[in-house]
C-alpha cells in the first residue's frame, strides 16, 4: 500500500432529494456515491471552476444565439413565402361573377373549417414544409433540368 494517503470521513447532511439524485448519478455511472461527492466538492473548490462554468455558459449561449438565428431565419422565410403566395394569388385569380360570388360566401365556413382540420393535421405530423422543400430543390438539381 505504498504510496496510498489515507482518506479523512465526514458527515454530510444532504436534502433527501439531492441524495436521491446523488444515488441515482451513482447507480448510472456505476461509481460509489463517496467517489462522486469527493469528485463535485474537488469541482466546486478548484481554483478554476468560475472559468469552466463561464465557459460552459458561454457555449450555452453560443448555442441559444445560433438556434435563434435559424428560428429568425425560418420566420422570415415562412413570412416571405406565404406573402409571396398571397401576392400571386390575387393577382392571378379573377374575381367571380355575382352569382357565383354568392354561391363561394355560402361555403366558406365550410371550406375555412376543413382548411384548419388539414392544417391541424400537418401540424400534427410536424414541421416538414422546410425538409420537403429541400428535397425537392435538391431533386431538380439532380435531375439537372434546373427548373424551380
Known amino acids: ?36 461527492a469527493q469528485a463535485a466538492i474537488a469541482s466546486f473548490l478548484s481554483p478554476d471552476s468560475a472559468e469552466r462554468q463561464e465557459a460552459a455558459l458561454a457555449r ?32 392571378t385569380t379573377p374575381a367571380l361573377p355575382e352569382p357565383a360570388a354568392q354561391a363561394a360566401k355560402a361555403k ?10 388539414a392544417l391541424g393535421r400537418r401540424l400534427a405530423k410536424g414541421p416538414q414544409l422546410r425538409q420537403e422543400i429541400v428535397e425537392d430543390v435538391a431533386g431538380l438539381e439532380n435531375d439537372g433540368s434546373g427548373r424551380y
Open 60 to 91: 450555452r449561449l453560443g448555442q441559444i444565439d445560433r438556434r435563434l438565428a435559424r428560428l429568425e431565419r425560418d420566420v422570415g422565410i415562412s413570412t416571405e413565402a406565404f406573402a409571396t403566395f398571397v401576392r400571386f394569388w390575387l393577382t
Open 1 to 36: 500500500m505504498a504510496g496510498r494517503t489515507k482518506k479523512a470521513q465526514i458527515s454530510v447532511y444532504l436534502e433527501p432529494d439531492i441524495m436521491d439524485m446523488l444515488a441515482h448519478y451513482a447507480v448510472q455511472r456505476d461509481q460509489s456515491m463517496s467517489l462522486i
Open 108 to 117: 366558406v365556413s365550410e371550406r375555412y373549417a376543413a382548411y384548419t382540420r
